[in-house]
C-alpha cells in the first residue's frame, strides 16, 4: 500500500507491506528498510527500525482538524502531517513556507475581527499580519500562509467569525 | 470546615488537593462548557453557576455567594485571576458570613489601584518607577497625556489602571506613538476589564522583573519568601518562573525582601500576596505592583522552600499564627523552574488552540511536579485563559532543573491539540537563558530574530520517522477495514476498537 | 556515554531518566512479552533479548553482554533483581570492556552470601543476629538441622542463602514445625535461586527493620545517608517504606550509620549499597544483610536528602569522585513515604491481578513522585514481579506525608485490574501505622486479625452510587445500539468509538 | 430500562430514564432520583446529584474478566460488579462472603499447581486456602469462595493451569 506524507510542506512517498507479524517493510522514497511497529495506547505507534542501530521511537499520530490531517507528536515536538495530499486552509497555513498556489487565511476559533492590517490588492510577504482576531481575551494576528497578494478580504472589522471561517484568500 | 473554590483549571485542582490532605470538604462551581472540567469532578460538589462567558459565570458574584450559601461552605477561596482581587466580591463574602482566603477587602481596594499602591509604596520609603502618579481616565485628552508623556520621559509603558498579566499594556517609544498605543490600551482594557482608565510609566532599560511572595496572619507577622526571578516574558506575560534569581545576591535578597515586607505592613497585609519589583543592572530595585492573591507561580517557592503556600492561606485564614522562621522562607534549597504549558500554536504567533484533548501523559519521576487541570475527553474551552497545566522541575542547581525540565518537556504527552511544549523545550536550550542573561525584553527579542521560524521543525530523519508512522498508522487502520488476517497487534486493537464502539 | 540497563518495569525507566537529564544515551533489552513495555519505548535503542521466561531473556549474561556490544555501550545498569546482585554478570562486563555501574565482582560474591556477610560485619565489630555460621546444603540431614536450630535457639527464621525479597523464608515457632519449614524453603529456594541451601537465624521479637543506604567512590570516600524505616512488610516483603524512623533517635542514627560505614569499608566497597538492620525495643541493632545495588526504596532517601542516587551511581562508575556533604547525607528534610503499588488483589490474598491497563492517571501535584513503569494499552504480565509503580509522597512532618499518601492513592487511577491502592487507604487509617507503633511482624498480625475482610468494602451509599454508574453505563452503551437520538454526550462519545474503530 | 446490578453479593435493581439531554431519573430500589451524568474519558462517568446536596462523583466502569463483569473505580476502591446476574467462577470468588450454591475455585492467572490442601468430601470454612498455585515466582494459596464441602479437585499436583481453568468445586 502506498501513501503520500507531507510534513513542513515535504512529502515523501511510503510504501509498506507486511513481512511478519509485527514486521513491516517500510520504502520511503525508493529506500528500503524493515520496521518492528506496534501499537501503544490509542494514538501511539512503537517503532523499532530493525536495522544495525535498532534504534527505538515512539510516535503519537492523532486526528486533528479536518479528514486526512494528523498532529504528529514525536520528542515533544508537534507537527500537522497531511495525508494523501488531503489539505485544507488550516493544512495550508500550517504548510506555511512552502505553500503554493492560492491560500486562505482561516479563523482557528471562535472570535472577534478587531483590525484589518491589508486591504484587497496589496502584495504580502510570508506570515505577515493579515487580520487581527480577538479571542480568549488576547488579540491575535493571522499571518499570510504565504508571499503573494491579497485576493480578497471575505470579513469585516467587528465581526464575529466561527472556527474554520475563512478570513482572506492570497494569491 | 467546607470551602468553596470560585475559580477552575490547574488553580482549582491545586487548592482540591490542599483540601484534601487538610480533611476539608470542598465545592466546586462551573459554567456550561465546564461540566465535564476535572475540578468539578474532584470537588465533593459542584454548583452549575451560569454561560461560558466569564461575565456569566466565573465573574458572578451573586450567583457564586448564592452556591456557597446552598451547599453549605464557610470559606472561598478565590483562587487568582475572576475574582480574586475584586474587593467588592471580598465585601459580599463577608456581608454573607463568609471567610474570604485573601487579604481584607479594603487591601485588595488599596493595592488594586495602580497608582494608590505606588503611593504606599513611596510612603513605605520604596523606590517606584518614575510614572503618573494619578489615573488618565477617558476624558484626559491626546495633547493633555502628550505633556504628562514628556514629563515621565521616554520609552514609556501605557498601562490600565485595573489591568494585569500585559493585558491592556503598550510600549511607546517616543511621543509620535503615543496616541495610538492609548487608544488600542484603553480599548483593551475596557473590553478586559471594563474600564479604560490608564496611566504612564518609565520603562527601565533591560530590568528583570523579581517578585517577593509573602505571606501576613491576623496577629501581625509578615513573612517574605525568597524571590522569584520572572523575566522570560513574551508580550509583558509571564511564560517562565524561576527561584531564586542567579541575579540577586543574599544581600540584595535582604533588602528587597524588607521593601516588600515594609509595603505589606503599610496595608496590614494578610494571607498571600506578592509585590513586584524591577531590578536594573546596577541592582537597583522599582516597586511594580502588589497582586493581592495567590500567583500563577506559586509553586516554584514552594519547591525551593518546601512550604505549601495554599495551606498556609487556609491556616491563615482559620486565624492560625504564623509559625514560620523567616530565615527558612527567605533561603532556598536548591533551585526551582516553571513552565507554564498553553494550549496555543507557537508557530502560529501563540494563537490560542483550544479543542478537544485525545491523550495525555503528564511529565512525571525525580524532581518533577505537574500541576494540571485537563484530562482526556475534556475539551479546552475558547472563553478563558489557556493554560492547561504547569510544569515545575526542582534540581540541586539550576543547570539540573533546566536538564530536568528538558527531559519532562520531552515525556509531556498532550495530543489533540497543540501546546507551548515545543516553544519550552527550544528555549531551555538558549545559551543566554541557560547562563541566566536575560532581561524582561529577552524573549520579545529573541522570537523577532527567529522571523517565525517553527518551533516544531523536525531533523530530516526525525521528519522521516514522523512520516513513516503516519503511513503505518493509516496502512493499520485500513488493513483493518479489509480485515486482514491481522497480526497479535491488529486483532487486540480491532477488540479494542470494538470495546469502545460498545461503549456509547 | 551509552548505557545499556539490563532490567525492566519502573527502574529502567528511573534509570533512562536520569541518563536523560545527564545527557547520555540508553540502550532497553526486552523479552518477548515486553515488547511495548515502557523502558523499550523511552531507550534510545532496545534490543530483544528472548522469550518472556526471565530465565531465558533477563537473566541471560551473553545475550545481554552481546547487546551492550552490538549496540556500542559502554556502561551497563543492572537496576535491582535479576542480575543485580549476580558476580558472574558483573565480571562478564568486566570482561567485555563493559563498565559495570555497581560494586566490584568481589564485593557483591562476598556479600552475596548471607554467611560470609555475617563473618564480615563480625569482624567490623558489627553486632549480628544469632544463628548458623555456615550454608546448610541439601545433604544436611533433618537431625543435624534441628540439632543447630536448638543451639540457635526459638522462634528462628529458616532463609534462603542465595534468597533475598522473602522468597524462600519460613518462620518456626519450635522443633516440631522445623522439618517442613525446611522442606518447603528448600524448594522455595530451588524453583527461585536454583540453590537450595538455606541457614538459620534467630527471630527477634517485634525488632524493626532498619537500613542505612550508602555510596562509596573509587577514591576511598563512603557516605552513609538517614535511614530507611522498612518494617511495614507482608510475609517478609516490604511494602511501604519511609525515612526518617520515627523509632531512630539522632544518636542512635550516628551509631547505626557509623556501623554500616565500617562494614562496606571492611569490602572497600565502591557505588551504592545498603545494609540492612534489625532493631529491637531497647535500640540495640543487629546486621542483618548487605544489598550490593539500588534499592526498590532508594527514592524515600532522594525525597528527605533532595539527593539523586541513581545520577551518583553514573558519576561514581565514571570514576568521579562524591563531593556531597556527609552531614547532609546524614540528616532528613521533612517526611518521606513509599508505597509499592502491585498488580494484585488485596482481597484474594494479594493474588497476583495481570492483564491489559486500560486506563491509567498516577498522582501528581504538590509533594508527589510517581515512579511508573506501565502505561495503557500494555499487559502486565505473569512472568515478573507484579510491582506497576512506585508513589512516594514528601511532607514536612510525618503526618502531612500520609495526608498526602491518602491523597494521591484516592487520585490514582489504574483500569482493568486489580491493585493494592485499596489496601494501602486502607492502612494509611491504621492507628498504629498513623503513630508510628509497628515492627515487622505488624501487618501480618493486622492482615490475620481482618479474616479476610474485603478491602474494598464500601459504604451502602457509595455502593449505591457504583451500582448507579454501572447502570448507566450500560444504558448509554444501549442506547447507542438503539441509535436512540443521542444527548451531545451520547454522539459525542459515538464519534469518539467510531474514530477508535478506525484505528486498527 | 432496568438493570439488575451486583456488588459484593449485594444486588440492586436499578431503572433509567432520559429526563433532559444528560439528566437521566433514575430509581434504585423504587428511590427515584434525578442525575447529571457525562462520560469522561474512555471509562469515566461524572454523576452530579441533582438533589439539594449537589455531591459530585467520579466513577470508573471499566470491562475487566468475563461478559457482563466490571471492575468499577470510586474514590481509590475497585469493586467487581455484575451486571444483570451474568456471573462466572472469578464473579463468585469476589462475592465470597455472600456465596451461594455450587461455587468453584479458579485459577486467576497462567501458573503450576504445587499443593492440594484439601480432599475431595472435607468441610470447609469461607476463604480457606484450598491450592496452592505458583505464578509470578510467589505461591499463592487459591481459597474457598464459601464455606461447603469440597465436591472435586480437578487438577494434580505439578500440573500447568491456564488462566480461567476450574481448579476445584466447593458445593
Known amino acids: 500500500m502506498t501513501f503520500a506524507v507531507e510534513i513542513n510542506g515535504r512529502s515523501r512517498?511510503?510504501?509498506?507491506?507486511?513481512?511478519?507479524?509485527?514486521?513491516?517493510?517500510?520504502?520511503?522514497?525508493?529506500?528500503v528498510q524493515l520496521i518492528d511497529a506496534k501499537r501503544v495506547g490509542s494514538f501511539g505507534l512503537s517503532l523499532l527500525f530493525a536495522g544495525a542501530d535498532r534504534s527505538s521511537r515512539e510516535v503519537q499520530v492523532a486526528p486533528a482538524g479536518p479528514p486526512g490531517e494528523m498532529l504528529v507528536g514525536i520528542d515533544g515536538k508537534s507537527v500537522t502531517v497531511v495525508l494523501n495530499g488531503r489539505r485544507t486552509g488550516r493544512g495550508a497555513a500550517e504548510g506555511s513556507a512552502h505553500a503554493r498556489g492560492e491560500q486562505t487565511?482561516?479563523?482557528?476559533?471562535?472570535?472577534?475581527?478587531?483590525?484589518?492590517?491589508?486591504?484587497?490588492?496589496?502584495?504580502?510577504?510570508?506570515?505577515?499580519?493579515?487580520?487581527?482576531?480577538?479571542?480568549?481575551?488576547?488579540?491575535?494576528?493571522?499571518?499570510?500562509?504565504?508571499?503573494?497578494?491579497?485576493?480578497?478580504?471575505?470579513?469585516?472589522?467587528?465581526?464575529?467569525?466561527?472556527?474554520?471561517?475563512?478570513?482572506?484568500?492570497?494569491? | 470546615m467546607k470551602i468553596l473554590i470560585a475559580n477552575r483549571g490547574e488553580i482549582a485542582v491545586r487548592i482540591i488537593r490542599a483540601c484534601r490532605e487538610m480533611g476539608l470538604r470542598t465545592v466546586a462551581v462551573y459554567s456550561d462548557c465546564d461540566r465535564t472540567a476535572r475540578h468539578v469532578r474532584e470537588a465533593d460538589q459542584a454548583v452549575h453557576i451560569g454561560p461560558s462567558e466569564a461575565a456569566q459565570s466565573y465573574l458572578r458574584i451573586d450567583a457564586i455567594v448564592e452556591a456557597a450559601q446552598t451547599t453549605g461552605a464557610d470559606a472561598i477561596h478565590p483562587g487568582y485571576g475572576f475574582l480574586a482581587e475584586n474587593a467588592a466580591f471580598a465585601r459580599a463574602c463577608q456581608d454573607a458570613h463568609l471567610i474570604f482566603i485573601g487579604p481584607s477587602a479594603d487591601a485588595i481596594a488599596l493595592m488594586g489601584s495602580k497608582t494608590a499602591a505606588r503611593e504606599v509604596a513611596v510612603r513605605a520609603g520604596v523606590a517606584v518607577v518614575p510614572g503618573t502618579e494619578k489615573p488618565l481616565d477617558e476624558d484626559v485628552g491626546d495633547d493633555e497625556i502628550a505633556r504628562i508623556a514628556t514629563s515621565v520621559g521616554f520609552p514609556l509603558l501605557v498601562k490600565a489602571v485595573a489591568g494585569?498579566?500585559?493585558?491592556?499594556?503598550?510600549?511607546?517609544?517616543?511621543?509620535?506613538?503615543?496616541?495610538?498605543?492609548?487608544?488600542?490600551?484603553?480599548?483593551?482594557?475596557?473590553?478586559?476589564?471594563?474600564?479604560?482608565?490608564?496611566?504612564?510609566?518609565?520603562?527601565?532599560?533591560?530590568?528583570?522583573?523579581?517578585?517577593?511572595?509573602?505571606?501576613?496572619?491576623?496577629?501581625?507577622?509578615?513573612?517574605?519568601?525568597?524571590?522569584?526571578?520572572?523575566?522570560?516574558?513574551?508580550?509583558?506575560?509571564?511564560?517562565?518562573?524561576e527561584s531564586p534569581s542567579i541575579a540577586v545576591s543574599s544581600e540584595l535578597r535582604r533588602r528587597i525582601a524588607a521593601a516588600a515586607a515594609a509595603v505589606a505592613r503599610a496595608v496590614n497585609y494578610s494571607n498571600a500576596g506578592t509585590i513586584e519589583f524591577l531590578v536594573d543592572e546596577s541592582g537597583s530595585f522599582y516597586f511594580l505592583e502588589m497582586n493581592t492573591r495567590l500567583q500563577v507561580e506559586h509553586p516554584v517557592t514552594e519547591m525551593v522552600t518546601r512550604m505549601d503556600l495554599v495551606q498556609w492561606q487556609i491556616r491563615i485564614a482559620r486565624g492560625e499564627p504564623l509559625d514560620i522562621d523567616p530565615a527558612d522562607a527567605l533561603s532556598a534549597n536548591g533551585h526551582a523552574i516553571e513552565c507554564r504549558i498553553y494550549a496555543e500554536d507557537p508557530d502560529l504567533g501563540f494563537m490560542p488552540s483550544p479543542g478537544l484533548i485525545r491523550g495525555l501523559r503528564p511529565a512525571s519521576g525525580p524532581g518533577v511536579?505537574?500541576?494540571?487541570?485537563?484530562?482526556?475527553?475534556?475539551?479546552?474551552?475558547?472563553?478563558?485563559?489557556?493554560?492547561?497545566?504547569?510544569?515545575?522541575?526542582?534540581?540541586?542547581?539550576?543547570?539540573?532543573?533546566?536538564?530536568?525540565?528538558?527531559?519532562?518537556?520531552?515525556?509531556y504527552q498532550v495530543l489533540g491539540i497543540k501546546t507551548t511544549i515545543p516553544f519550552f523545550l527550544w528555549l531551555m536550550q538558549q545559551p543566554e537563558y541557560m547562563a541566566g542573561q536575560y532581561d524582561t525584553t529577552y524573549l520579545d527579542r529573541l522570537l523577532v530574530d527567529r522571523k517565525g521560524d517553527s518551533f516544531n521543525e523536525l531533523t530530516a530523519s526525525d521528519e522521516e520517522v514522523a512520516s513513516i508512522a503516519t503511513a503505518l498508522d493509516a496502512y493499520l487502520r485500513a488493513s483493518v477495514h479489509a480485515g486482514t488476517p491481522g497480526a497479535e497487534s491488529t486483532t487486540h486493537w480491532k477488540r479494542a476498537a470494538r470495546l469502545e464502539a460498545l461503549r456509547g
Open chain 2, 164 to 241: 494585569g498579566g500585559g493585558k491592556g499594556m503598550r510600549t511607546v517609544a517616543d511621543a509620535a506613538a503615543l496616541a495610538s498605543a492609548v487608544r488600542t490600551a484603553r480599548s483593551e482594557a475596557r473590553s478586559a476589564f471594563g474600564d479604560a482608565a490608564i496611566y504612564l510609566e518609565r520603562r527601565l532599560v533591560r530590568p528583570r522583573h523579581i517578585e517577593i511572595q509573602l505571606l501576613g496572619d491576623h496577629h501581625g507577622t509578615v513573612v517574605p519568601f525568597v524571590e522569584r526571578e520572572c523575566s522570560i516574558q513574551r508580550r509583558h506575560q509571564k511564560v517562565v518562573e
Open chain 1, 13 to 31: 512517498t511510503i510504501s509498506i507491506e507486511r513481512a511478519t507479524a509485527d514486521r513491516y517493510r517500510v520504502i520511503v522514497d525508493g529506500h
Open chain 2, 369 to 411: 511536579r505537574d500541576d494540571g487541570g485537563v484530562s482526556v475527553g475534556y475539551s479546552v474551552p475558547v472563553f478563558y485563559d489557556s493554560m492547561i497545566a504547569k510544569l515545575v522541575t526542582w534540581g540541586g542547581s539550576r543547570r539540573q532543573a533546566i536538564d530536568r525540565m528538558s527531559r519532562a518537556l520531552r515525556e
Open chain 1, 105 to 171: 487565511v482561516v479563523a482557528p476559533m471562535p472570535g472577534r475581527v478587531v483590525r484589518l492590517l491589508v486591504t484587497g490588492g496589496d502584495e504580502v510577504i510570508a506570515r505577515q499580519p493579515i487580520v487581527v482576531v480577538e479571542a480568549m481575551k488576547m488579540e491575535n494576528e493571522l499571518r499570510s500562509p504565504k508571499a503573494g497578494r491579497v485576493k480578497e478580504i471575505v470579513v469585516k472589522a467587528g465581526e464575529s467569525v466561527e472556527a474554520g471561517r475563512v478570513l482572506a484568500v492570497i494569491e
